[in-house]
C-alpha cells in the first residue's frame, strides 16, 4: 500500500481481556518496529522485526505482550489480560532494506477501562 | 544516560524568528541520524535526514557533529505552523533498531 497501515485506530477494552492490534507496512519494507506512547511522553521501543524474525524483543514491558510477524509483511501486537497502565497509542513503523524512509502509521489508541 | 537526549522544551519563538536545539547521542557507533515531526495527537513524520556533511531543506538545516556525538536543528524564519514537538532519531550501528529522544517542542507564537 501508499503507506502504513493501522487497525483498529481507536480501540476501547475491559481490563483483563485480550487486544490485537494489526499493522501493514509499506510493501517492500523489510523492517518494522511497534512503539508506544503514553499521553505527554516519549516513543517507547517494544519490538523491532526483520523480516519475520524478532532481533529484538527488548521492549516488550512484559510477558503479556507478544507479537508476530508472517510473509514479512502484516504484524500482529497481541496484549493479554490488558492493565489500565496499557494505556497508550500504538505506533508501528516500517522502513526499507536500507535503513532510511521509516514511515509511521497514525496508530492504534488503546484504552483500557 | 539516555541514549538519545533532547532538551524537552518549549522553546518559545517570536514568528520569524530563528531557532535552533540540539540531541545528543551516547553510542558513537551510530550510523543514520534523523529529524522528526510530531504534531500533537498525530503520528511522527519524517522531517529530514542529517547527513555528515550537513544538509538543508528551506528553513531547516541539520548538523551533524560526530565528535562531540550531537546532532542540531536550526529553523529559520520561524512560521506559526512550525509549531510541534520535533523528535531526533537515531539508528543504531547494526541498522536495527531506531531509538528516539524524548523530543523538543517548540511553539511559535506570533
Known amino acids: 500500500g501508499a503507506g502504513v497501515s493501522q487497525s483498529p485506530s481507536n480501540k476501547v477494552t475491559e481490563k483483563g481481556k485480550d487486544v490485537e492490534l494489526r499493522c501493514d507496512p509499506i510493501?517492500?519494507?523489510?523492517?518494522l518496529y511497534w512503539y508506544r506512547q503514553s499521553l505527554g511522553q516519549g516513543l517507547e521501543f517494544l519490538i523491532y522485526?526483520?523480516?519475520?524474525?524478532?532481533?529484538?524483543k527488548s521492549g516488550l514491558p512484559s510477558d503479556r505482550f507478544s507479537a508476530e510477524r508472517t510473509g514479512g509483511s502484516v504484524s500482529t501486537l497481541t496484549i493479554q489480560r490488558t492493565q489500565q497502565e496499557d494505556s497508550a497509542v500504538y505506533l508501528c513503523?516500517?522502513?526499507?532494506?536500507?535503513?532510511?524512509?521509516?514511515?509511521f502509521g497514525s496508530g492504534t489508541r488503546l484504552t483500557v477501562v | 544516560r539516555k541514549e538519545v537526549e533532547q532538551d524537552p522544551g518549549p522553546f518559545n519563538v517570536p514568528e520569524g524568528a530563528t531557532v535552533a536545539f540540539n540531541c545528543t547521542y551516547s553510542n558513537s557507533a551510530s550510523q543514520s541520524f534523523f529529524w522528526y515531526r510530531q504534531d500533537c495527537r498525530k503520528e511522527p513524520k519524517l522531517l529530514m535526514s542529517v547527513y555528515s556533511s550537513g544538509n538543508e531543506d528551506g528553513r531547516f538545516t541539520a548538523q551533524l557533529n560526530r565528535a562531540s556525538q550531537y546532532i542540531s536543528l536550526l529553523i529559520r524564519d520561524s512560521k506559526l505552523s512550525d509549531s510541534a514537538t520535533y523528535l531526533c532519531v537515531v539508528n543504531s550501528a547494526a541498522g536495527n533498531k531506531l531509538t528516539f529522544g524524548g523530543g523538543t517542542r517548540v511553539l511559535v507564537k506570533p
Open positions: 522485526f526483520q523480516g519475520n524474525s524478532a532481533p529484538d
Open positions: 513503523a516500517s522502513s526499507d532494506p536500507q535503513g532510511y524512509g521509516y514511515t
Open positions: 510493501s517492500g519494507h523489510t523492517a
